[in-house]
């Protein structure tokens, strides 16, 4: 049961037809008497049961709070909803969240604050719980952490079954993480909040550190604050609503939780999250999010042709990829393609180029045309590199002259299923293929 109910139903092929049939109907006979459950793809009959990372917390939530607490049911309409989460430590916090709306009202994404968020990147996941210290209980009883000297340094109760990660984070990256917090807190002026719990033990110990690094910076004039996490939510979601904005800063789980609640409320997708990782030795991650809703958005684009994912996030981020290049290198070009690429990203918002969720209008290729439209045409109305500019400005102009073509080429990909050669390892040319439709844009890129 591993795999959930899809795990049961997959083996039902292996039975005679009248035997999958009779078992079939009677798992649908307690649907028809059982309280309602969420669907994951009410089109589809597969319910949040079907497999275990079908419904991910993080993803999920949010979109329940800006739904007025409502998932989707099985006529395919939205029903008020329990949510049961195994999750002691931090998902108080949604109710947080849930008790704000019933109090204020919905969010307004044309007034609220926003909140970025500084996340402790501990190496190799191991403030998660990494793979390697994940363990199944294999009967009753406890397990124990214990150091070289043979002291106990925690201890849990489990029954069989119950699945035990050791969490951990070292000195490092969290004197790390507390730079990055002040820095970001004396760029933005914004106050910075530790979510961080004393009474937890793990907390307890992130505290001590936090308040040992914290007087090796530079901290007058910041407002910079440590709160259990139910406290810095609702101090959080009240400057929100005044249209202020706040740094969080948390780790790793933390950071999934709020860099997908709050853009979700914001933008509606925590894909056009950008996220910002400066790394230990120099360089840094530049990431969007909403990974979790990404196979579905394969799962579309395979059966009908039209791929909602929206690139802005990548688009985005870069835009500091960029930065950094110029700041380390004195690379004039690399800024001058960040703020053309920043130009252009204002357009894309501004002109809503970005990608629809049904079939047939715009999707995430047509959406990509006009970015490249939009950056070569800012490229071309620049003065400061004119190498840069003369070979743009043609560019520009083919694009612009074939954007009804273009456009007509692109949708006329759309309404059928596309063999990408596979859906884990799809293959390279049949998804080039699928991804590059217009014969007309196509020959303008290739032609730079």
Known sequence: MNNGLEGVLSKLDKLPADKKAEIEADI???????????????????????????????????????DGGRMWNNDDELQDTIAMIPDRSYATLY??????????????????????????????????????????APAAGTIRVVNAAGEVLLEQTVETGD?????????EPIRDWVKLAVTRARATGNPAVFWLDEKRGHDAQMIAKVNKYLPEHDTDGLEISIMAPDDAMAFTLERVRRGEN??????????????????????????????????????????????GSAPKHVQQFMKEGHLRWDSLGEYCALVPSFEMIADHRGNAKAALLA????????MYLENERYPSRKVNEIDNRGATF???????????????????????????????????????????AQGAPVDMGGYFDPADELTEQAMRPSATFNAIIDGM
């Open 28 to 66: 649908n006979a307690v649907y028809d008497t059982m309280p309602a459950l969420a669907m994951v793809d009410s089109r589809r009959g597969i319910t949040n049961l079907h497999v275990p990372n079908n419904i991910i917390i993080d993803a999920s939530m949010p979109n329940v709070i800006r």
């Open 95 to 136: 109710q947080v969240t849930i008790a704000d709306c019933q109090q204020n009202g919905q969010f307004d994404p044309a007034t609220m604050g926003n909140v970025a968020n500084v996340g402790l990147m501990a190496q190799k996941a191991e403030e998660y719980g990494s793979h390697d210290k994940t363990f199944f």
């Open 246 to 291: 706040t740094i969080a800063v948390t780790g790793n789980v933390m950071r999934d939780y709020l860099t997908d609640l709050f853009p979700i409320l914001e933008l509606g997708t925590s894909a056009r999250m950008l996220s910002i990782v400066p790394l230990l030795n120099g360089g840094g991650l530049f990431e969007t999010g909403a990974g």
């Open 370 to 412: 006009y970015l490249t439209l939009y950056w070569a045409q800012a490229l071309a109305a620049q003065d400061e590199d004119a190498g840069l500019k003369a070979r743009f400005a043609p560019v520009a102009a083919a694009l612009a002259d074939n954007a009804d073509k273009i456009d007509a080429e692109l949708l006329a």
């Open 163 to 171: 699945i035990f990660r050791a969490c951990q984070a070292k000195d």
């Open 339 to 346: 703020r053309t690429l920043d130009d252009a990203v204002g």
